[in-house]
């Protein structure tokens, strides 16, 4: 579809800076033209309008870590330490998930994230061939990277869909999907097959993934204090430093890892972590609920790492609410640190934009709002009572607005969402079937 968005403020988030009543031409996919709309009118007459008065566009949001699949788990089992919820509750639950529980949980999370302007998801989860979180996400018209999560303790199931993921899925959906290569952990995968996945990452981009449309890795590090003990005693490796002086040594580390949480890093870990090139992803959130602690962000950002936001699953949030963890990111850091000047609102708004681009190796098509990139564009509704009066659009993206502003959602082009209606899937069908599955999962553990 060829359109254009008149009369609207457009936050670029590149070398534009910012557009008062400006207009956006989107033609084929992509973003053709940027400009005031004085200037646009008479160039672009005939293309179909969608009204941007009293509306700021940003591009598309990049959540960098979620598991999609597990909103089905969404207040499950709560205010309980990361151990046992994993142990006593996350697992045994999911032991009884198939493959039709994985796309419905995925489906609901992607429904929640057009609904909240989050057009690209990095989701690790456990593939399965008929339906999975891939489809899900193609099918709702969002892009994503779409992992699966590997174990020490199942080698061969993990090389068998790791194979079958990128075959089947890299690439596909119009390129907006892509897969990773996901290590669940560093104290669930030893130091063997840690290098082994490093190694499946190479093979899985020479056979399947460019330069332009590369397979990352993508694994949770650093997340709570004692995961240097549990490294210890899972493999019986002796650590002096950090968890990424640890990842170092085995040669995990290159810029196309994603390392989600970050909370418990050394001096020589973030020194690692900015040389290496390694991307983060800050979520705030999630290790707020879990009790893991802060990630030293501003310590980071000085280091010159790329630093992103995500979510977490809907299960440890429990919503995969950007502007939420926007609002978090900006305040967390200042009052930790008693300095209202760290992580200013508009470097948080680059890191759930530009910067989470940067992170997925996508930056070249999305992330920013320029001439030539895929037009990945939220719509934001700014005639609200909490959005008045308008001293500044950043200001009040990071630390006023809700999900619930979001009006309208482009995906390469394509308007997936319009006046807050999802136009590629059905809403109601999906929280019907949400709710029976949770039900048959339930009935499963009872048995």
């Known amino acids: ?143 994503g990277v779409v992992g699966h999560v590997c174990f020490s303790r199942r080698k061969e199931h993990d090389r068998k869909a790791l194979k079958a993921l990128a075959q089947t899925w890299h690439g596909k959906a119009d390129g907006r999907l892509r897969v990773s290569v996901d290590p669940h952990a560093t104290y669930t995968v030893d130091p063997e097959y840690m290098k082994e996945l490093r190694e499946t990452t190479t093979e899985l981009n020479q056979k399947y993934g460019s330069s332009a449309q590369p397979i990352t890795l993508h694994m949770h590090a650093a997340e709570t204090a004692d995961e240097p003990k549990k490294i210890k005693k899972a493999f019986n490796v002796p650590l002096k430093g950090g968890v990424f002086e640890y990842l170092e040594s085995v040669k995990v580390l290159q810029g196309d890892v994603v390392a989600a949480h970050c909370v418990h890093l050394t001096e020589k870990d973030i020194k690692i972590i900015a040389k290496k090139g390694v991307k983060v992803s800050h979520c705030p959130v999630s290790n707020l609920k879990l009790g893991s602690g802060v990630s030293p962000v501003p310590k980071l950002l000085q280091s010159g790492a790329t630093v992103s936001l995500g979510t977490d699953s809907s299960c440890s949030n429990n919503s995969s609410d950007m502007f939420e963890v926007m609002k978090i990111t900006a305040l967390l850091h200042k009052g930790i640190n008693h300095n209202p000047t760290l992580v200013p609102a508009e470097q948080v708004l680059r890191m759930a934009t530009i910067e989470g681009a940067k992170a997925l190796t996508w930056d070249r098509q999305i992330g920013s709002i320029e001439v030539g990139k895929d037009a990945d564009l939220v719509i934001i509704d700014f005639k609200k009572p909490h959005l008045s009066p308008l001293f500044s659009e950043t200001s009040h993206l990071v630390y006023s607005a809700k999900s619930s502003d979001v009006d309208t959602v482009l995906v390469k082009g394509r308007v997936i969402m319009e006046n807050r209606i999802v136009n590629t899937l059905n809403v109601d069908h999906i929280l019907r079937l949400a709710q029976k599955t949770k039900e048959r999962l339930l009935s499963k553990l009872r048995e």
Do not use: C, F
């Open 1 to 143: 579809m060829n359109l254009k968005i008149e009369g609207a403020t457009i936050l670029t988030m590149g070398s534009g800076g910012a557009i008062k009543d400006g207009t956006i031409i989107v033609e084929n996919g992509q973003i053709t033209d940027i400009g005031k709309s004085s200037q646009m009118r008479h160039k672009y007459p005939r293309l179909e309008k969608i009204n941007g008065k009293d509306k700021v566009v940003i591009p598309g949001l990049v959540n960098t870590h979620h598991h999609a699949a597990m909103s089905l788990l969404r207040g499950y089992a709560d205010d309980i330490p990361l151990q046992e919820w994993l142990e006593k509750w996350i697992w045994p639950l999911e032991a009884h998930m198939n493959g039709h529980d994985i796309y419905v949980g995925a489906m609901l999370t992607a429904v929640e994230s057009i609904l909240g302007g989050a057009t690209t998801i990095n989701t690790m989860y456990h593939y399965t061939s008929k339906e999975n979180e891939a489809k899900a996400l193609a099918e709702s018209g969002v892009r």
